[in-house]
């Protein structure tokens, strides 16, 4: 399907469509990045590696990434029970519940950080009954995982809803006449027309939650070590006009999320290479 | 196996689908289910799969009521118009699915599993493909596979629902012999949908024409195409010619036509409709006598291959009829447009109008276009 631009193509405008969408993705994406990356470059080597491989740097990263796939990997799970209800059956209230999953995209994520704290915090609606039980959330990195649970809870669904919308009953109903029961039906026939979806919704979800700020600050407690994300470090560096220290950290940021996108694009495409 | 279904009833909201259905299918039989869209055959061989419940009646397999058994549990092959392969499965892995997803203690060991899917790739000639997947193969190779995966689990009863509809109509004709070939082969009991006249004639031992939720007949593809029970019958299968005349006390009069109906003794001017085959009609350049015959003219001869079809314009009223016949025997008289003729019609069936309108629409001197 590559159509390149000497060989003649019966769609017209790739000349046209390729300048436009490059162009457009250097000016919002690629001349940004490239900024950070030019104002890290003006450290020395030493000095860059000093800035980000100190240890409040790396436990930001550990925290970062592992509450963003922890989020991620929940939301999954979750994101995929709240699709296959919305698309399996048919319950009053069944549109206000579709609408309410958008919900967390078009709330300020300021709001939503704070109105989980009050709830999560020792004396809030839920957390007093976690109280007791010795579960502390808010100002913790279990109240991280909360928020970012939160932000990112509509890429799952929406990602794996159509799909599973265009499963044909019938190719169920072939698997339950050749004697498979449901769970067998799921797990060798839905669950591997749906996992690219369901891959999809978590990368999504994943780098939305990494770099998600607004919502943490607030749950987060941000104390150095324990509960301090990298953006916040990042911020705080600005603060302090370190602009070249925070550049620093940011590119290491932007190169550990590139790898990890690639990884499971990567996965995506072997497991597509896999069926056909 | 024998399935015997006893006053099955469903209805979709308002709609009818099936109303009453009696049917026996004795084992070992490949049974077509014909009739045009909307008629209730897909219903009827979906509730006999357990793909849908019926409202009211049985369905007996060997003379065991099967309503209350779940699809997975009756042993049947089920195959799908659109095929409905499992699309992220190779060829082999779909043929095997039946035999994988057993209980542990009745599956098959691997050695015996891919005897058994190698044996039925052998079956639809496909052993060079078992590692492609779907998507890869033409609509017919989709569905031999659909087939072959259904008859991995050794069903009692092959259930299919227009298992060619799909496809165009050179490999539909190479399917269909194909089926039949190895249905004498594995004699297992059959019951296919369709609505192409054709296909149930050559391939079925037994027909079922259904009309709008109920079964208007039984019978052999002879007795079906022969003696049609019901003017739909008479319409749905083959093409035919319509005179509209009277039945009186035991006479059916048609134009210039006067014919015996005893079975119409009670009839008094009773509005009538006569059904002819085209190619059951002899065309005669002299009158043979007053009553057996009608008068037409020659409007149109075209030549069909090996037949040669007339269509005639009646001389008084003007209605079309068709006449089919062989080359040799128009040779033998060639008519040209414009002649005279004298139509003897070899067989005839008549049926009175309010039968037949009960039953289904008519078209007015017109000739029914088989489907």
């Given at each position: 399907m590559s159509a390149s631009p000497r060989q003649p193509s019966v769609l017209p405008g790739f000349n046209l469509t390729l300048g436009l969408a490059v162009g457009y993705l250097s000016l919002i994406v690629l001349i940004p990045l490239a900024m950070a990356f030019l104002k890290a470059f003006q450290l020395s080597a030493e000095e860059f590696w000093a800035i980000v491989l100190a240890p409040r740097v790396l436990a930001s990263y550990r925290l970062t990434f592992g509450t963003a796939f922890l989020a991620a990997a929940i939301n999954t799970a979750f994101g995929l029970i709240v699709a296959w209800v919305l698309v399996r059956y048919r319950f009053p209230g069944k549109r206000l519940v579709d609408a309410l999953v958008d919900l967390p995209f078009a709330l300020p994520t300021a709001v939503a950080g704070i109105t989980l704290t009050t709830l999560y915090s020792s004396n809030g609606w839920i957390g007093q009954f976690l109280k007791p039980l010795g579960i502390k959330v808010a100002f913790t990195p279990s109240g991280i995982v909360v928020a970012l649970v939160f932000i990112s809870l509509p890429f799952v669904v929406r990602t794996v809803q159509p799909v599973l919308e265009d499963l044909e009953a019938e190719v169920e109903e072939a698997a339950a006449s050749l004697g498979a029961g449901r769970w067998q039906i799921f797990r060798r026939i839905i669950f591997p027309a749906i996992r690219p979806a369901l891959l999809t919704g978590f990368t999504l979800a994943f780098a939305r939650a990494i770099g998600e700020y607004g919502s943490v600050i607030f749950i987060a407690?941000?104390?150095?070590?324990?509960?301090?994300i990298t953006p916040l470090l990042i911020v705080g560096k600005l603060e302090q006009y370190d602009y070249r220290g925070a550049a620093a950290v940011s590119v290491v940021m932007l190169a550990i999320s590139f790898i990890l996108l690639l990884c499971i694009n990567l996965l995506q495409r072997w497991g597509r290479l896999r069926q056909v | 196996m024998s399935i015997e279904i006893q006053g099955l009833h469903k209805r979709f909201g308002a709609f009818?689908?099936?109303?009453d259905i009696n049917l026996t299918i004795p084992a070992g039989q490949l049974v077509a289910l014909l009739g045009?869209?909307?008629?209730?055959k897909t219903t009827l061989l979906r509730i006999i799969a357990g793909l849908e419940t019926a409202d009211r009646g049985n369905i007996f397999f060997d003379g065991e009521e099967t309503s209350g058994r779940h699809v997975r549990d009756r042993q049947v092959g089920f195959v799908f118009q659109h095929y409905a392969l499992f699309q992220h499965m190779t060829v082999f892995e779909n043929i095997a699915f039946g035999l994988r997803v057993r209980p542990r203690a009745s599956r098959p060991p691997e050695p015996r599993l891919r005897a058994k899917v190698e044996e039925l790739l052998s079956l639809i000639q496909l052993e060079s493909l078992a590692g492609r997947y779907p998507s890869q193969l033409s609509g017919g190779q989709r569905q031999r596979v659909a087939l072959a995966r259904a008859l991995a689990v050794e069903p009692q009863v092959l259930l299919l629902d227009?298992?060619?509809?799909?496809?165009d109509t050179k490999v539909r004709k190479e399917l269909r012999r194909w089926l039949r070939r190895l249905h004498d082969e594995l004699h297992v009991t059959s019951v296919f949908v369709t609505h192409d006249q054709e296909e149930a004639l050559e391939v079925a031992d037994q027909i079922v024409v259904m009309n709008c939720g109920r079964v208007e007949q039984i019978g052999t593809p002879e007795q079906v195409y022969d003696a049609p029970a019901t003017p739909f019958v008479y319409q749905f299968l083959g093409h035919i010619n319509l005179f509209h005349g009277r039945a009186h006390s035991g006479w059916v009069r048609l134009g210039g036509l006067r014919l015996r109906a005893p079975e119409y003794q009670d009839a008094r001017h009773v509005p009538a409709l006569a059904y002819v085959r085209p190619h059951d009609i002899d065309l005669l350049r002299?009158?043979?006598?007053?009553?057996?015959t009608l008068t037409a003219t020659v409007s149109r001869v075209s030549i069909l291959g090996s037949l040669v079809r007339l269509e005639l314009l009646q001389t008084p009223g003007g209605e079309i009829a068709e006449v089919e016949m062989t080359r040799e025997r128009y040779a033998a008289d060639p008519l040209k447009a414009g002649d005279l003729v004298f139509v003897k019609p070899r067989q005839l069936r008549v049926f009175l109008q309010q039968d037949a309108e009960s039953t289904s629409p008519v078209h007015w001197g017109g000739h029914g276009d088989g489907i």
């Amino acid at each position: 399907m590559s159509a390149s631009p000497r060989q003649p193509s019966v769609l017209p405008g790739f000349n046209l469509t390729l300048g436009l969408a490059v162009g457009y993705l250097s000016l919002i994406v690629l001349i940004p990045l490239a900024m950070a990356f030019l104002k890290a470059f003006q450290l020395s080597a030493e000095e860059f590696w000093a800035i980000v491989l100190a240890p409040r740097v790396l436990a930001s990263y550990r925290l970062t990434f592992g509450t963003a796939f922890l989020a991620a990997a929940i939301n999954t799970a979750f994101g995929l029970i709240v699709a296959w209800v919305l698309v399996r059956y048919r319950f009053p209230g069944k549109r206000l519940v579709d609408a309410l999953v958008d919900l967390p995209f078009a709330l300020p994520t300021a709001v939503a950080g704070i109105t989980l704290t009050t709830l999560y915090s020792s004396n809030g609606w839920i957390g007093q009954f976690l109280k007791p039980l010795g579960i502390k959330v808010a100002f913790t990195p279990s109240g991280i995982v909360v928020a970012l649970v939160f932000i990112s809870l509509p890429f799952v669904v929406r990602t794996v809803q159509p799909v599973l919308e265009d499963l044909e009953a019938e190719v169920e109903e072939a698997a339950a006449s050749l004697g498979a029961g449901r769970w067998q039906i799921f797990r060798r026939i839905i669950f591997p027309a749906i996992r690219p979806a369901l891959l999809t919704g978590f990368t999504l979800a994943f780098a939305r939650a990494i770099g998600e700020y607004g919502s943490v600050i607030f749950i987060a407690g941000n104390l150095p070590m324990v509960s301090e994300i990298t953006p916040l470090l990042i911020v705080g560096k600005l603060e302090q006009y370190d602009y070249r220290g925070a550049a620093a950290v940011s590119v290491v940021m932007l190169a550990i999320s590139f790898i990890l996108l690639l990884c499971i694009n990567l996965l995506q495409r072997w497991g597509r290479l896999r069926q056909v | 196996m024998s399935i015997e279904i006893q006053g099955l009833h469903k209805r979709f909201g308002a709609f009818a689908a099936l109303d009453d259905i009696n049917l026996t299918i004795p084992a070992g039989q490949l049974v077509a289910l014909l009739g045009p869209s909307g008629c209730g055959k897909t219903t009827l061989l979906r509730i006999i799969a357990g793909l849908e419940t019926a409202d009211r009646g049985n369905i007996f397999f060997d003379g065991e009521e099967t309503s209350g058994r779940h699809v997975r549990d009756r042993q049947v092959g089920f195959v799908f118009q659109h095929y409905a392969l499992f699309q992220h499965m190779t060829v082999f892995e779909n043929i095997a699915f039946g035999l994988r997803v057993r209980p542990r203690a009745s599956r098959p060991p691997e050695p015996r599993l891919r005897a058994k899917v190698e044996e039925l790739l052998s079956l639809i000639q496909l052993e060079s493909l078992a590692g492609r997947y779907p998507s890869q193969l033409s609509g017919g190779q989709r569905q031999r596979v659909a087939l072959a995966r259904a008859l991995a689990v050794e069903p009692q009863v092959l259930l299919l629902d227009e298992p060619f509809g799909a496809l165009d109509t050179k490999v539909r004709k190479e399917l269909r012999r194909w089926l039949r070939r190895l249905h004498d082969e594995l004699h297992v009991t059959s019951v296919f949908v369709t609505h192409d006249q054709e296909e149930a004639l050559e391939v079925a031992d037994q027909i079922v024409v259904m009309n709008c939720g109920r079964v208007e007949q039984i019978g052999t593809p002879e007795q079906v195409y022969d003696a049609p029970a019901t003017p739909f019958v008479y319409q749905f299968l083959g093409h035919i010619n319509l005179f509209h005349g009277r039945a009186h006390s035991g006479w059916v009069r048609l134009g210039g036509l006067r014919l015996r109906a005893p079975e119409y003794q009670d009839a008094r001017h009773v509005p009538a409709l006569a059904y002819v085959r085209p190619h059951d009609i002899d065309l005669l350049r002299e009158p043979e006598d007053r009553d057996s015959t009608l008068t037409a003219t020659v409007s149109r001869v075209s030549i069909l291959g090996s037949l040669v079809r007339l269509e005639l314009l009646q001389t008084p009223g003007g209605e079309i009829a068709e006449v089919e016949m062989t080359r040799e025997r128009y040779a033998a008289d060639p008519l040209k447009a414009g002649d005279l003729v004298f139509v003897k019609p070899r067989q005839l069936r008549v049926f009175l109008q309010q039968d037949a309108e009960s039953t289904s629409p008519v078209h007015w001197g017109g000739h029914g276009d088989g489907i």
